[in-house]
């Protein structure tokens, strides 16, 4: 593990090294943010102008929704767009043959080879956003690390469907846009999940699970959610970490190199 966690700051020093050449990019990649996250905020307002609630959250408590999810978008641009994308690309210019070479595991290779300091803006503002909505409705301190522990199920529960479809490109070498399918499908989370109707709901629950990322967390944070949502989260995320694993494991077999 010790020489994993030296491996990853090797990375990463090298990564933010390459990223702050181009230092200009995190003006634009703040006013991007900043852009996506008014869109997100005036989509909200035009629901609640007329006082109109989503099933029960105040104007107060859907604000917390869209700061943990503008926090997830700004995660997975940071740690997981710069890292999963690249499987694709890897797999059709022959390069995994390099990293199945390399003396680890070629998943954590993968996946922690790069970091990309444009989706920190988003982190920022989300967590910016959930403070500030956090303060006026009298949110502790106890609340917000609670919180952390479905938010951490929810990072995992993204990495883990991301890289199941990275790991599609074995067979299929331009999928390029899935991701961007799967992060549109992800977008659901911006509201809480009882703002959709009950098929919606169930969609966003039990197939594609929307709500395990923002609504569940939101709701531990405002001391309303119940340990069965939260354990439920917990179970789901280290299964599909682990099938996530056992299916790279299986793709691998079928990959046949640059060379073959």
Request: aromatic share 20%; net charge positive.
């Amino acid at each position: 593990m010790y020489r994993y966690v030296n491996i990853v700051q090797l990375f990463w020093r090298t990564a933010i090294a390459a990223e702050l050449e181009y230092r200009l990019n995190f003006v634009f990649a703040a006013l991007s943010s900043l852009g996506g996250l008014a869109g997100s905020l005036f989509s909200l307002f035009l629901f609640y102008q007329k006082g109109y609630n989503f099933r029960g959250w105040t104007w107060q408590e859907a604000l917390i929704v869209v700061g943990i999810f503008t926090f997830l978008e700004g995660f997975s641009s940071t740690f997981l767009a710069s890292n999963l994308n690249r499987i694709v690309k890897h797999v059709q210019d022959g390069t995994l043959d390099f990293v199945l070479l390399k003396p680890i595991s070629s998943q954590f290779w993968l996946s922690f080879h790069s970091f990309s300091l444009w989706g920190l803006p988003d982190m920022l503002f989300g967590l910016a956003i959930v403070l500030y909505a956090g303060s006026l409705l009298g949110v502790g301190v106890g609340a917000y690390l609670l919180s952390a522990i479905p938010i951490l199920f929810g990072v995992t529960i993204i990495y883990s469907l991301w890289f199941i479809l990275g790991a599609t490109s074995i067979w299929f070498t331009k999928i390029y846009n899935i991701t961007e399918v799967l992060r549109g499908l992800l977008a659901a989370g911006r509201f809480p999940i009882g703002a959709y109707p009950a098929t919606y709901r169930f969609f966003f629950t039990f197939v594609i699970p929307v709500a395990f990322l923002t609504t569940v967390p939101a709701q531990t944070l405002l001391g309303r959610g119940e340990l069965v949502w939260i354990a439920a989260g917990g179970c789901l995320a280290v299964v599909l970490l682990v099938v996530s694993n056992y299916f790279w494991r299986f793709a691998l077999r079928f990959y046949t190199s640059a060379s073959s």
